[in-house]
């Protein structure tokens, strides 16, 4: 199997396990993904790959099952030379990054798992309500991937992206056809539904943030709870949106990157660490060149109170002019992504 993996960025390294729908050229030119890729990347090195079946890896594998998929994570980060790194599960490869972090706490500091679940689609006791479900969806991959006809679109599509515009959804059309086989993705799909890894997430020791899609009708909301509920200590972010792949136009996308900010590693370094999270909003907004009244006008202060923050900001960034707290604040990533 020849697996092929990519990095973008600088920083404290940032892995997702991958999804199906992926390719790691194409991705650069895709609406879908384009923006994941350029937020995940601002403030950390991160690391992406094409699972077996998938993109620029091997396509028709010999095997396709989840214990391809951790043994997948395990040689790309020893591809790598990852001594120790965070982790990002989202959607299916959820349940590999839960594996991989049990499997290797020494190598896994933070942990984040968003869309995701602990049971799969047959896992979860609906009995043949979900058999049939299950033989429906994958009838439609069957004859349907990578097509543009309606009937598979209604079912599958419009559930990964039901708040698209007509445009996004023949991007979605465009990527199937650049990711997977439908053969590879009717594999790749079924494995999915009878993964459990229930019964292992309560080892998992590392620090856990799980955020879902209040509405995300490709996994439910109530598993994503569940899972979150499975961990130790883990955080659970509810995000406003009926979004299974996090738009770039919605406030949900924002929300996860402001979430991701907060937990993982970045190079924006200590002396950002030390500032409140509403100090961290006077420095975004500080970064993208507002005046005192403009801040005072987002943040819904008095100038006073804005020229005093950013008196107390400064000091704390050990710089001496808001010109040179400017500076420091834009090489470390703020200012970048668009409110």
């Known amino acids: 199997m020849r697996l092929a993996y990519a990095s973008v960025g600088d920083g404290p390294a940032l892995v997702k396990a991958p999804n199906w729908l992926s390719h790691l050229e194409y991705e650069w030119e895709s609406p879908i993904w384009r923006h994941w890729i350029e937020g995940l990347s601002r403030l950390r090195r991160y690391i992406r790959y094409d699972a077996r079946g998938c993109g620029l890896s091997d396509r028709d594998p010999p095997e396709i099952s989840f214990e391809a998929s951790v043994r997948d994570l395990e040689a790309v980060v020893d591809a790598m030379k990852l001594d120790r790194f965070a982790l990002l599960g989202m959607s299916q490869g959820g349940g590999t990054a839960i594996a991989y972090a049990i499997r290797h706490p020494e190598r896994v500091s933070h942990l984040v798992l968003y869309g995701a679940q602990a049971r799969g ?11 049939d479900e299950a033989l429906l969806v994958s009838k439609l991959v069957e004859i349907g991937w990578g097509t543009r006809n309606p009937a598979f679109r209604q079912v599958f599509a419009n559930q990964f992206l039901p708040d698209a515009s007509p445009e996004l959804l023949l991007a979605f ?20 539904m009878q993964a459990d890894v229930s019964a292992q997430a309560p080892a998992i020791a590392c620090p856990t943030l799980v955020l879902h899609a209040t ?23 509810a995000l406003e949106s009926a979004n299974h792949v996090l738009l770039e136009t919605e406030p949900a996308w924002r929300r996860f990157l ?30 993208r060149g507002l005046d005192n ?20 900001v400064l000091g704390k960034l050990l710089v001496e002019t808001r010109a040179q707290a400017i500076i420091k604040a834009r090489e470390a990533g703020y200012g970048v992504a668009p409110a």
């Open 121 to 131: 689609h047959l896992m979860r006791g609906r009995g043949d309500k979900a058999i």
């Open 173 to 192: 059309d465009e990527l199937q056809r650049h990711s997977s086989l439908p053969r590879d993705a009717l594999r790749i799909m079924q494995t999915v």
């Open 215 to 237: 509405k995300d009708a490709i996994i439910p909301f109530d598993e994503g709870r569940l899972l979150a509920s499975l961990i130790p200590g883990a955080r659970f972010v």
């Open 258 to 287: 402001d979430e991701l900010d907060v937990f993982l590693p970045s190079r924006r370094g200590k002396d950002f660490e030390a500032l409140s999270a509403r100090e961290r909003e006077l420095v975004e907004l500080l970064a």
């Open 293 to 312: 009244h403009q801040i005072a006008a987002h943040l819904e202060l008095t100038e006073k109170t804005v020229r005093n923050m950013v008196s107390t």
